[in-house]
């Protein structure tokens, strides 16, 4: 059974920095490219970033560029999100999510919530 | 960027009735679109991919149509269980991968 395990969500003050994990289960992780897509409060999906599954394709949403780095270690099974310059626009609900076999959404992990607030 | 819109964002209907929800791109995306169900305090869950192909498991009464930038997904008679926010995604042109703003799908 595919599992996705988000953790690392916390609240941090505006500027601070955080660190995501997504464990990964029941599936060959390191065959699929993955996602950090977002939810902020009362609003709707938001796609955050790409990793291939190698590591060596990577893309940002402008949102994010320059402040947030994705990676991955194949042979723990794991998806990271580094969170740096975090803003209050940040706040929501961060999912992980494994590619199908084009680019929609197969597999999505419960969430880990992260409040950037002073 | 291409964008996503969708209508309605509320739909109040009454269980065993029909569901109609659309999405609309602002260009053409084939029929790289995906649609997702999210109920309260749950992960989204992949409904539809390719406008038309049901995920594994998801019941029959969930059909995706369309092509190029006008969608429909159709709930032929809505159970108590299908109440939820329905988003679609478009996959042909990004990044960035882009998302609807949402139809919530509510009790009348």
């Known amino acids: 059974q595919v599992q996705l395990v988000e953790s690392g969500g916390d609240l941090v003050k505006p500027g601070g920095s955080l660190r995501l994990s997504c464990a990964a289960s029941g599936f060959t992780f390191s065959d699929y490219y993955m996602s950090w897509i977002r939810r902020p409060p009362g609003k709707g999906l938001e796609w955050v970033s790409f990793i291939s599954s190698s590591g060596n394709t990577i893309y940002y949403a402008d949102s994010v560029k320059g402040r947030f780095t994705i990676s991955r270690d194949n042979a723990k099974n794991s998806l990271y999100l580094q969170m740096n310059s975090l803003r209050a626009e940040d706040t929501a609900l961060y999912y992980c999510?494994?590619?199908?076999?084009?680019?929609?959404?197969?597999?999505w992990g419960q969430g880990t919530l992260v409040t950037v607030s002073s | 960027e291409i964008v996503m819109t969708q209508s309605p964002a509320t739909l109040s209907v009454s269980p065993g009735e029909r569901a109609t929800l659309s999405c609309r791109a602002s260009q053409s995306v084939s029929s790289y679109l995906a649609w997702y169900q999210q109920k309260p305090g749950q992960a989204p869950r992949l409904l539809i991919y390719g406008a038309s192909t049901r995920a594994t498991g998801i019941p029959a009464r969930f059909s995706g149509s369309g092509s190029g930038t006008e969608f429909t997904l159709t709930i032929s008679s809505l159970q108590s269980e299908d109440f939820a926010v329905y988003y679609c995604q478009q996959y042909n042109s990004w990044p960035p991968f882009t998302f609807g703003p949402g139809t919530k799908v509510e009790i009348k």
């Open positions: 999510a494994a590619y199908g076999d084009l680019f929609y959404f197969h597999y």
